[in-house]
């Protein structure tokens, strides 16, 4: 069974950066070949989609609050994905979580639906201060 644990959370002023990391485990395939993703959720809010990567083309896909600032990437030798995160913003402040799904991939997930992704990690909390 997949199994994803991520890292790199911490607190910072607006306008620093952070590298996110995610590292899986229990691929049944190259995890090039999986559909993989960034989600948040801030305190009272549902959880949205970040960015994700899909398929073994890597095609990348962004939320537009995000777009420009943030980018995301894997390393297929390590079995790890990455955010990394830059010009943030006070808003960015959430709990993030990776998330996976054997291919194939699909438009849902490109449209970042989280009901498509079945792994997730138990998150990493992201502060950005004012």
């Known amino acids: 069974e997949v199994q994803l644990v991520e890292s790199g959370g911490g607190s910072v002023q607006a306008g620093g950066s952070l590298r996110l990391s995610c590292a899986a485990s229990?691929?049944?395939?190259?995890?090039?070949?999986?559909?993989m993703g960034w989600f948040r959720q801030a305190p009272g809010k549902e959880r949205e989609g970040v960015a994700g990567i899909i398929s073994s083309t890597s095609t990348t896909v962004y939320a537009d609050s995000v777009q420009g600032r943030f980018t995301i990437s894997r390393d297929n030798a390590k079995n790890t994905l990455y955010l990394q995160m830059n010009s943030l913003k006070p808003e960015d402040t959430a709990m993030y979580y990776c998330?996976?799904?054997?291919?194939?991939?699909?438009?849902?997930?490109?449209?970042?639906?989280?009901?498509?992704?079945?792994?997730w990690g138990q998150g990493t909390q992201v502060t950005v201060s004012s």
């Open positions: 229990g691929y049944t395939y190259s995890i090039s070949r999986y559909c």
């Open positions: 998330a996976a799904d054997s291919p194939p991939c699909g438009r849902a997930h490109r449209s970042l639906d989280m009901g498509v992704f079945p792994y």
